[in-house]
């Protein structure tokens, strides 16, 4: 499977920075090597769209699960899909964990992604006194579980592990973390999750970004603070495009 590289730019990088970001955003990869996606706020969405000079996908950090309504700050997936967006990212552990977003509300927001279109690209992960606790197991497959059957009308759809305690925090899984929790969101999805990629988030850097994708079930990257320099991030997609090459011929 070709690996997954995407950027998730939070609340960075408006509209000017976007086409600036995008302008000088030239890893040398080989077209198709990698798959690039980029999560840019809803307001650079068109900027990101207009100004890529590399094959990319784009698509939106958040969706509401209504249509249209009276929801005073919200967009639906119809108006992402209809902005340029073609994927969507649901249940990052911030909108979980700041925003107080739930496992059911997850699962609706899976559904809206899937009935208009979007790939869903849900967010999972244990919190750090989850995984003290000897609960990753229990955490990630009630979570899998909460949207499993919302994705019965995606044609595609991905999951991103990303231990909470990894975001932003410098800290990252050990391959042998990322490859046990990998296994049990794999395990957790059963056939529904064959063919879709699984991807590690949490502090992937241009060091750790080869030795994570090399991991047996890990199928790409899901990357916040290192997705916002373009040179940074281009490292990433070159590591990620040797390690899967390297995987592909062993
Ligand atoms: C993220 O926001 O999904 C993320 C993984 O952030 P970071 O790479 O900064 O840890």
Redo the contacts with the bound molecule.
């Keep these: 499977m070709v690996k997954v590289v995407a950027g ?1 730019w ?1 609340m960075h990088h408006g509209p000017s920075a976007t086409t600036r970001f995008l302008s000088r955003f030239r890893p040398e990869v080989e077209d198709g090597s990698v798959r690039l996606v980029f999560f840019p706020p809803h307001l650079s969405l068109a900027a990101a769209v207009a100004g890529t000079r590399v094959p990319a996908d784009f698509g939106v950090q958040n969706i509401h699960w209504e249509g249209s309504g009276a929801l005073t700050g919200e967009v639906s997936a119809e108006m992402a899909r209809e902005a340029g967006a073609t994927l969507a990212l649901i249940g ?1 552990s ?1 909108r979980r964990h700041i925003f107080g977003e739930t496992d059911a509300e997850v699962g609706r927001k899976v559904a809206a992604a899937a009935r208009a279109g979007l790939v869903p690209v849900v ?1 999972v992960g244990e919190l750090l006194a989850e995984r003290r606790a000897g609960r990753l197991d229990e955490v990630l497959r009630r979570q899998v579980g909460a949207f499993a059957e919302s994705l019965a009308g995606a044609a595609e759809f991905m999951v ?1 592990y ?1 231990p909470v305690w ?4 410098g800290e990252t899984a050990t391959p042998g973390d990322a490859a046990e929790a990998h296994g049990i969101v794999r395990d957790a999805l059963g056939t529904l999750g064959r063919g879709a990629p699984v991807l590690y ?4 850097k241009p060091g750790n970004a080869a030795a994570l994708v090399s991991v047996p079930d890990v199928d790409g990257v ?6 916002l320099d373009p040179d940074v991030f281009a490292r990433i997609a070159e590591a990620c495009a040797s390690a899967g090459r390297a995987g592909a011929g062993s």
Excluded: D, M, Q, R
């Excluded at 988030?201 to 992937?204: F, R, T």
């Excluded at 899901?222 to 997705?227: D, E, I, M, R, T």
């Design positions: 998730n939070k990052h911030e967010c991103a990303e990894a975001i932003g925090t988030g949490g502090s992937v899901l990357v916040g603070g290192a997705s």
